[in-house]
């Protein structure tokens, strides 16, 4: 099956650095991916979607220059936390579209973000 | 934009018994309908989907109901176990985007 890897699974920043979520598609090409916010007891939020060779689109009230999404190649997406503040620690989560006609998502296990 | 809504925010069902989780659509472009378990600090994992020409799909112990013209469906789970015991999210994806908007969850609690 499709499997999507994430890392790092867990970082602690200090307030104001910036921090780097990868996303990868081990077994598979993903030309499109997409990234969730997930607080503690809370819904999978969309954020944006990742577009292989192209800009990512986001989600309406997501900040596009604090969270900076980049889709090099087409088993590769990264997220950019830039200039972390404490209200930004959360779970985020990537996923990517199966393969041929299936539109199941598959999950990468997430990164929990703390920053301090 | 789609938005669903999930209820009930919590479940409790003895062993052995049904549980059933429901969700509403608003935008009825939205063509699939997939379901998914997360376990505590764990990814969601894909439980069973359906596809708007369809009206029901079961799989085992699970299955899922969709109304297009209410707007809602359903999963039902029978003979519950305590590994059932997760959150579960409904979800919709807009017909022409592989975007999925998530409906706020249903924490179910199997009690042996």
């Known amino acids: 099956g499709a499997v999507v890897s994430q890392h790092p699974s867990w970082v602690i920043c200090k307030s104001g650095t910036s921090v780097k979520i990868e996303c990868r598609s081990l077994?598979?090409?993903?030309?499109?991916m997409f990234w969730y916010r997930q607080f503690p007891k809370q819904s999978l939020m969309l954020m944006a979607t990742s577009n292989e060779g192209s800009k990512a689109t986001y989600e309406q009230g997501v900040e596009k220059d604090k969270f900076l999404i980049n889709h090099a190649s087409l088993t590769l997406s990264t997220l950019t936390v830039t200039s972390a503040h404490p209200e930004d620690s959360s779970f985020y989560i990537c996923?990517?579209?199966?393969?041929?006609?299936?539109?199941?998502?598959?999950f990468g296990p997430g990164t929990r973000l703390t920053v301090l | 934009g789609e938005n669903v809504e999930q209820h009930p925010s919590t479940l409790s069902v003895q062993e052995g018994d049904s549980a059933v989780i429901k969700c509403t659509y608003s935008?009825?472009?939205?063509?699939?309908f997939p379901w998914y378990k997360q376990e505590l600090g764990k990814r969601p994992q894909l439980i069973i989907d359906?596809?708007?020409?369809?009206g029901e799909k079961k799989d085992q112990r699970i299955a899922v109901t969709l109304n297009k013209t209410a707007k809602h469906f359903s999963l039902h789970i029978t003979e519950t176990q305590p590994e059932d015991s997760a959150v579960y999210f409904c979800a919709a994806s807009p017909s022409g985007t592989y975007k999925y908007i998530f409906g706020t969850g249903t924490r179910l609690k199997v009690l042996a």
């Open positions: 996923s990517a579209p199966g393969q041929g006609s299936s539109v199941a998502q598959y």
């Open positions: 359906i596809r708007s020409n369809v």
């Open positions: 077994d598979f090409q993903a030309t499109t």
């Open positions: 935008d009825s472009a939205s063509n699939y």
